[in-house]
């Protein structure tokens, strides 16, 4: 199987603890969600993904976290939010 990339984009929160705001991840084919945010959770050590409510839309569809992706994907992550 070969490697795909997806375009990874950060909102609020997860974009400070990150220090950035967007860029390329490469992936085994056959990755779901949940597979890239263990990899960015690994490349990022500031971002603490497990066990936090982190929402992800793939080409800004909300999807849960076995979704799969497939090359190309735009995944955005951000945390809920909150407010009054």
């Known amino acids: 199987m070969s490697d795909i990339t997806?375009?990874?984009r950060l909102f609020a929160g997860l974009?400070?603890?990150?220090?950035w705001s967007q860029q390329e991840?490469?992936?085994?084919?056959?990755?779901?969600?949940?597979?890239?945010?263990?990899?960015?959770?690994?490349?990022?050590?500031?971002l603490i993904l497990r066990g936090r409510p982190v929402y992800a839309a793939v080409n800004q569809q909300y999807v849960e976290?076995?979704?799969p992706l497939?090359?190309?994907?735009?995944v955005a992550l951000f945390p809920p939010?909150?407010?009054g």
Do not use: F, W
């Open 6 to 8: 997806i375009r990874v």
């Open 15 to 19: 974009r400070e603890a990150a220090g």
């Open 25 to 46: 991840v490469s992936l085994p084919a056959g990755a779901a969600v949940a597979d890239l945010l263990a990899q960015i959770e690994q490349t990022t050590p500031d």
């Open 65 to 67: 976290r076995d979704y």
């Open 70 to 74: 497939g090359d190309g994907d735009e």
């Open 81 to 83: 939010v909150s407010g």
